[in-house]
Structures are given as structure tokens and as C-alpha cells.
């Protein structure tokens, strides 16, 4: 099941299902440790008459963000039982504590009493061995430990001094038939068993007072700690505080990052800049603060692969942080660029992926080839990336004076092995392509490799170190010859995906196959994106990649395996992938001639936003005949490509329309005026 509404404040990140049921809770990093684990988290609400979860059939929900915040809007009506429930959750900005505020509406003109139960499927270090939880007497509350690891529930009535649930169940699950302690809630009395371990479970009760025809608040909250007294301290902050104050303040600031953005956004139109502005918090909420860019945290692929998306690739992780850097914050991407720093290699390579805590991720890259003979598990593409963008990122942020400890200690040793890792020709010597599928040489990581050479030998000159200027410069200019001469093919009249060394013959093998990823060759430079040959492959990719369905949409590649749906490649050559729409509509933007020809751009944009989840969350790819989103959702590097395409397609807006500077001042300020609004 598909994953909505993100949260997170770089230490925290939680994700509900489609059905608003948290799912996921990671904690103290980003992507890394999962202490719920995919298992089902119940909220639910008891009546004299009946009692439902939010997720029951009969509950006519919507969910949304909260006026383009880290907020959440759900709201929810059952209309049997005459109750409309709202809630409103985020994680604060400031502290590890999730924080929900729940209204309940009473629709008829009686008072009555309701009972809201919070339940939780904890499993601490993503399993569930050795779990505690117990009611602690002072807080009132649940508390959950194992090892360095705790969290507490607990709750509070509006409008009250008073702290703490009105009861409480703990007990045991997986295991002897027992599911767990919401189905002890169901008939509104709990069991109050004081503690349990193993692999256990919590669920606590606010009993409130709802008027005839009235509404009755109150807030639960989840704090995430190291130690006992960590979590304790927390407590008496949140108290102290009061949630609400929690809210309040992640709310505004939210609103106010968003507003540092330095487009003018204003150009577009309001279901598209809005759009743009969810998918930058997305993006955030996926970043941890230690620097790792997290490729997705859906653990629902899990039951697929028995491995995540939570990994930090430093391919993703450089072009999503260059879509931040476009947007202005710099200060945010420079925590990625260290991470880097201290990845990198001593022969000057990143390796495959990267666990949060910096840690080598999982890899399938194997350190020999068929022959036996040592290759290098790595996609030369992931160390090129940063270059390029980390030349950038300095260039955008102002910050060259800054700049000598990257260029010493990332720039020297990665550009020295990307202008070394060549064959005879010039062209970079065979690593695994984007797809993680092939071994070979590839067009998007000769793409890649020129402009990492490029953005190097800029630094080099910038710190006036001449001789490695020269060295990176020439070292590109001979990758670009060589492309020219063996990625061409005469035969097809455009570029090829990747060569292939064929032992016997002693050369390359052009591959043919169409790839989605062959923009890169324009986008990264090596070519102009109106060059006759690129004009001529984008043509291709878009005639013989684009779904023939009702859906619509590029695939990666034609006959593309990853979730294939059917085997008619001719009607279906893959599923639609949004990153791969979206490339296709840089290159529409970047060789417009006319506002008119930028059409075609903003139907490919409009056609990412139509293909989203409701909330406005994209997945890697949807099905080629229903949309559904397929694989995880969301991908960072989804909503990185839309957020990096929608700043193109305004800037070239902007040129045609040749729109003033001063619209994106008053654009901020708006933002900044609203952001004091009551959650």
C-alpha cells in the first residue's frame, strides 16, 4: 500500500497509508531504523451505539497538507453514528515528538460520550524481539523500550490541566493467536495489564464529554528519545509547552521555508504552485540532518524484495540536492555534500548506496566480472553527480571563498579518478549503468563523467591550480570526442544507450535499445539540446518510450522487467516512470523557441500532477492501465525532477513574458502574512 502525507523534521520521519494508518516510524535517523516496521498503528473512536477505526468502510474521509505546510488535514464523517472527526498531526520542528490534535463533531443534539483510542504496533530496531512497554504511574502514559531506543504515548483534554489517558491495554502479539491490544479497545473497556515484553503492543483511551451538537478537542502525542530520561524530559517539555504550542510553531515554519524559495511562483498557476511547494516538503521530509538524502522510506516493498528504498544513492542524492540549491537552500544541501566527503573512497569513488548513519548500504554489485578478473562495483555516475552539482551548489550559494576543504579533500581525489578510469579511446571505463542493470558504458554516465570533469576543472581554475585544470578539461574534451565517434550510430541517425566491450572482436558493441535516460546527454551538457542528433534521439524516446495507453507516460526503456505488467511492448514498452515524463519535458523547455511551444512542457507537468496520489504524492511509476502508483511511493527523486523541471518552465516563462524581479517579494510576503494562521 502506498504511502501518503510524509512527515518528518530530519530525526523523525513518519508515513500513513492510503488510509491514514501510521505505517512507519523512523527514529534517530531518517530512513534508518524503521521502529514500526510496516505493522499497522489502529486509531479509532468507541460510542455508546458503536465503534469504528478511521480506516472502517463507512468513515467518508479526505486527507490532505494543511495549506502547503508539514501539517496534515484529515477529516472524516461517519454519518450513521452522527460523528465528524478532524485531525491534524506533524512532527515539531524543534523536539522528536509527533503531535496529533483531534476534533470531534457531535451531529445530533444530544450529549454524549465518545472514547478515542491510540494504538500502537511498535517494533523497536525494526523487530520484535525484546520489546517492553508498561503504564508509567507518573506520566500517565505508555512507555515502549528496548536497548537505547524509547518512545512514549500519551494524551490530553483540551482545555484541561489534567494529563494523561483514562486507560489503558498492553499485551502481547504475534504469537498464540494474539492479535493485539486494539482488538481489546473495540468494545470500549481495555484490560489496564501494566506491562509486557517480547514482541508486545500498546493502546491508550481519552474518554471526553461531547456536547449536543458540540465539539470536544484533545491531543496525543509521540515522543521518540534514547533513554529513560531523555524521554522523561520531553514529557515536561511537551506539558509545559502544550502540544498545541508544538503545532503552532511547526506549522509557521514550515510556511516560512517555503517562502525562502526564490522562484517566482507567482507565474504559475495555483494548483501547480501549490503542487511545486508539497513536493519541496516532500523532498525535506525524506533529508535526514546528518546529511543523507534518502532515496524513498516506503516500507511496503519490503514484502517484494526483502530489501527498502532507504538508502542514500549519491546519484539521487545530487540531483535532488540540485534542485535545493536552485531553490536557494544551500544550507540544507552542504550537510549532503559532507556526507559525500566522508564517503568518498581513498581511491576517489563513492560506492553503490549508503545506509543514513553513512554506513555502506546493501549491494548487488559483485567485485568481479565473469572472467574472474577484479572490477569495481560501483556506477561511475554516483561520483560524477556530485562533482557537477557540488560546483553548483557553491556557484548558487555564493560560497567559492568557503570552498577549499571540498575541492581538497572531495574534488582532487574524485576528478583524479573519474580522468583516470578510461580506456585508450577516452571514454570512461565500464561501470553499472542508472538502472543498476547492465555493466558496460552508458550514455548517461559518459553524461555524467564530462560534466563532473568539467565542474572540476572550473573549480581547479577557481583556486588557481592550473595544471588540474588543464588535466579535467582535456580529459572531458577527450570523453566528448569519443562519444561522438563510438555512442553514434550512423545506421539509426541518433545516440545509443551503451556500448558493450566484445572480447573477440576487440571493441564495442553498440546497444540500440531506446533509454529515457539518454536526455542526459543534453542536460548535462555534453551536448547543445537543439544539437540535430539530440532533436533526433528525444524524438525517438518520446515516439517509441510513451505508454499507448489511457495513462500515458514514458518508460524507462523498451521491455523494461522492473513491475512489468505485459508482455505488448509495442502498446506498453514499460510502465510509466514520472522521473523519465519529466526529462522528456526539460528537453521541450529547454529548446522553446515561444510561450506556444512551451505547451507541450506544461501538459507533461500537468499529466505528473494528474498521475499523483490525491495528496499530491508521486511514486516511482504507475500502471500502465489503472495509474495506480507502483514500486514505492513517494521517491524523492520523483518529486526533485518535478520540482527542477516546473523552475525550468518558469524561468523560460518568465523570459517570454519578460515578467519583473519585484512579483517574487511580493510573492514572500504573502507567504510570511499567512503563516500566523491557527492550526
Known amino acids: 500500500m502506498a504511502r501518503d502525507l510524509p512527515l518528518g523534521n530530519g530525526n523523525v520521519l513518519v508515513n500513513f497509508d492510503t488510509n491514514y494508518n501510521l505505517r512507519d516510524m523512523y ?26 477505526w478511521i480506516d472502517h468502510p463507512e468513515m467518508k474521509k479526505s486527507c490532505s497538507y494543511l495549506n502547503d505546510s508539514m501539517i496534515t488535514n484529515f477529516e472524516g464523517v461517519h454519518e450513521r453514528l452522527g460523528l465528524k472527526l478532524h485531525l491534524r498531526d506533524g512532527v515539531d520542528v524543534q523536539e522528536n515528538v509527533f503531535v496529533r490534535k483531534v476534533s470531534v463533531e457531535n451531529l445530533r443534539d444530544v450529549e454524549r460520550t465518545v472514547k478515542l483510542y491510540f ?16 503504564y508509567d504511574p507518573d506520566l500517565k502514559s505508555l512507555l515502549f523500550y528496548k536497548g537505547h531506543r524509547y518512545l512514549s504515548l500519551s494524551c490530553h483534554p483540551a482545555g484541561s490541566k489534567e494529563f494523561g489517558c483514562t486507560s489503558f491495554a498492553i499485551g502481547q502479539k504475534e504469537m498464540n493467536g494474539l492479535e493485539g491490544t486494539w482488538r481489546d479497545a473495540q468494545d470500549g473497556q481495555l484490560g489496564r495489564n501494566p506491562i509486557a515484553q517480547g514482541s508486545v ?10 456536547p449536543a451538537n458540540g465539539t470536544a478537542e484533545a491531543w496525543f502525542w509521540i515522543c521518540f528519545a534514547r533513554s529513560l530520561k531523555e524521554v522523561q524530559n520531553m514529557e515536561k517539555a511537551v506539558r509545559e509547552a502544550a502540544p498545541q504550542k508544538l503545532l503552532q510553531r511547526t506549522y509557521d515554519y514550515w510556511r516560512q521555508w517555503l517562502a525562502r524559495d526564490r522562484h517566482d511562483v507567482g507565474l504559475l498557476d495555483e494548483d501547480m504552485a501549490s503542487f511545486y511547494k508539497r513536493s519541496l516538503l516532500v523532498v525535506r521530509s525524506n533529508m535526514d540532518n546528518r546529511g543523507a538524502i534518502v532515496a524513498a522510506n516506503d516500507s511496503d516493498i519490503l514484502k517484494f524484495a526483502r530489501d527498502t528504498y532507504s538508502y542514500m544513492w549519491p546519484r539521487d542524492g545530487a540531483l535532488i540536492a540540485h534542485a535545493l540549491d536552485r531553490s536557494g537552500y544551500s544550507t540544507l544541501t552542504n550537510k549532503f555534500y559532507q556526507f559525500c566527503k566522508r564517503a568518498l573512497t581513498p581511491e576517489g569513488f563513492l560506492l553503490h548506496k549508503y545506509n543514513p548513519d553513512g554506513s555502506p548500504g546493501s549491494s548487488w554489485h559483485p567485485w568481479i566480472n565473469d572472467a574472474g578478473e577484479k572490477q569495481l562495483p560501483i556506477q561511475e555516475d554516483e561520483t560524477a553527480l556530485v562533482l557537477y552539482t557540488l560546483w553548483h551548489h557553491h556557484q548558487l550559494a555564493k560560497t567559492g571563498e568557503s570552498a577549499r576543504e571540498d575541492y581538497d579533500q572531495f574534488v582532487v581525489p574524485a576528478a583524479g579518478f573519474l580522468a583516470s578510469y578510461k580506456d585508450a579511446s577516452g571514454l570512461p571505463l565500464p561501470s553499472y549503468d542508472l538502472w543498476e542493470e547492465r555493466y558496460g558504458v552508458h550514455a548517461f554516465t559518459v553524461s555524467s563523467v564530462y560534466a563532473g570533469l568539467l565542474a572540476a576543472s572550473k573549480l581547479a581554475e577557481y583556486f588557481h591550480d592550473k595544471a588540474r585544470m588543464i588535466y579535467y578539461r582535456d580529459a572531458a574534451d577527450s570523453i566528448k570526442k569519443a562519444v561522438e565517434k563510438h555512442m553514434y550510430s550512423e545506421q539509426e541517425k541518433r545516440f545509443v544507450r551503451s556500448l558493450y566491450w566484445n572480447r573477440e572482436k576487440n571493441t564495442y558493441d553498440q546497444d540500440l535499445t531506446l533509454d529515457a535516460s539518454m536526455y542526459a546527454l543534453f542536460d548535462f551538457g555534453l551536448f547543445a539540446p537543439d544539437d540535430p542528433r539530440i532533436a533526433a534521439t528525444m524524438k525517438e524516446i518520446r515516439s517509441k518510450l510513451w505508454v499507448q495507453t489511457e495513462v500515458g507516460g514514458i518508460a524507462r526503456y523498451s521491455n523494461d522487467y522492473y513491475h512489468q505488467v505485459t508482455k505488448d511492448i509495442g502498446k506498453v514498452p514499460g510502465n510509466p516512470w514520472f522521473i523519465c515524463t519529466l526529462w522528456y519535458a526539460e528537453w521541450v523547455i529547454a529548446t522553446a523557441k515561444s510561450e506556444q511551444e512551451l505547451k507541450e512542457a506544461e501538459e507533461l507537468i500537468r499529466w ?33 525532477s518535478f520540482v527542477k523541471v516546473v523552475q525550468e518552465y518558469m524561468s523560460k516563462l518568465k523570459q517570454f513574458q519578460h515578467k519583473t524581479s519585484g512579483r517574487e517579494d511580493v510573492r514572500d510576503t504573502k507567504l510570511l502574512q499567512t503563516a500566523g494562521a491557527t492550526v
Not at 527514529?27 to 499497522?40: I, M, R, S, T, Y
Not at 498503528?41 to 469504528?52: I, Q, R
Not at 503492543?201 to 461531547?210: P, R
Not at 495528496?615 to 504507475?622: D, F, K, M, R, W
Open 119 to 134: 494504538h500502537l504496533d511498535l517494533h523497536l530496531n525494526g523487530n520484535g524481539v525484546g520489546d517492553t512497554v508498561y
Open 27 to 52: 527514529f534517530p535517523f531518517v530512513g534508518q531504523e524503521n521502529q514500526a516496521a510496516d505493522h499497522l498503528s489502529h486509531f479509532g473512536v468507541w460510542t455508546a451505539e458503536d465503534f469504528f
Open 201 to 210: 503492543d500498546g493502546t491508550i483511551e481519552l474518554e471526553l464529554k461531547l
Open 608 to 640: 505528473t500532477m494528474k498521475h499523483a496520489l490525491p495528496t499530491g504524492i508521486l511514486a516511482e511509476q504507475v500502471h500502465p492501465f489503472n495509474g495506480a502508483p507502483l514500486s514505492v511511493s513517494p521517491l524523492t527523486w520523483s518529486h526533485a
